[in-house]
């Protein structure tokens, strides 16, 4: 019944968590009924996501190299359909369904960094971005795989974004709760190295960016 219950709070559909209204009244609901951190679904998330890094590996060992980095990439994708994070702009409770699901994405993502840099700036890459969810456009120079949700990105084209940029689409808006936003880049757009784009950022076109630079809402 544990494992069962935990599986459910993966798997709910977004339609069925109740959506956060960030006002006076939402506030006192979040005093009272905030969830508390699970450590059977942190545990059991952790587990699974060493069984299911370890699982191409050992296909690749045994049949082809080739497989791991096929198959760890899908993997992503698949477990990213299955969850169906929700659209952006809601405030949701930290520690909810939604955010385990997240969480769980987050690290599945970190856990393909190696795979990500071998394609960087290439239209694979970009390619595979927009399998994830993300709307990249035409001749688009990608570096980075700093992305908490791709699927809120979207690049306009012939931009070019460099190397370690961070494209952060979960902004905390209190201890109790937290907003996924979307992060857009107009056309012909460059953003220097190591800048940081979070909190619905939204830039307009023949936008640059200096290296080091923090943009947020």
Not at 135 to 162: E, H, K
């Amino acid at each position: 019944m544990v494992l069962g219950r935990a599986i459910f709070l993966f798997c709910t559909a977004p339609s069925e968590i109740e959506l956060v209204n960030v006002s006076s009244s939402a506030d006192q609901y979040c005093n009272d009924k905030r969830p508390s951190r699970s450590l059977l679904i942190e545990t059991l998330g952790i587990l699974f996501l060493v069984y299911i890094f370890a699982i191409p590996i050992y296909l690749a060992l045994r049949w082809s190299l080739i497989l791991a980095p096929i198959l760890h990439l899908l993997t992503y994708i698949v477990f990213k359909r299955l969850f169906m994070l929700p659209s952006s702009n809601e405030s949701y409770h930290i520690y909810s369904h939604v955010y385990y699901r997240w969480w769980f994405l987050q690290r599945l993502w970190k856990l393909n960094d190696p795979w990500h840099r071998m394609l960087y700036g290439t239209s694979l890459y970009n390619s595979y971005l927009r399998w994830c969810g993300a709307r990249i456009g035409v001749n688009v120079y990608l570096r980075t795989s700093l992305i908490d949700q791709p699927d809120l990105l979207d690049i306009g084209d012939n931009s070019f974004v460099a190397e370690d940029v961070v494209l952060s689409s979960m902004t905390y808006e209190s201890e109790k709760t937290y907003k996924l936003t979307s992060v857009r880049i107009g056309a012909k757009c460059k953003i220097g190295a190591r800048s940081v784009l979070h909190s619905e950022v939204n830039i307009g076109d023949r936008v640059t960016l200096k290296p080091l630079t923090a943009i947020s809402k």
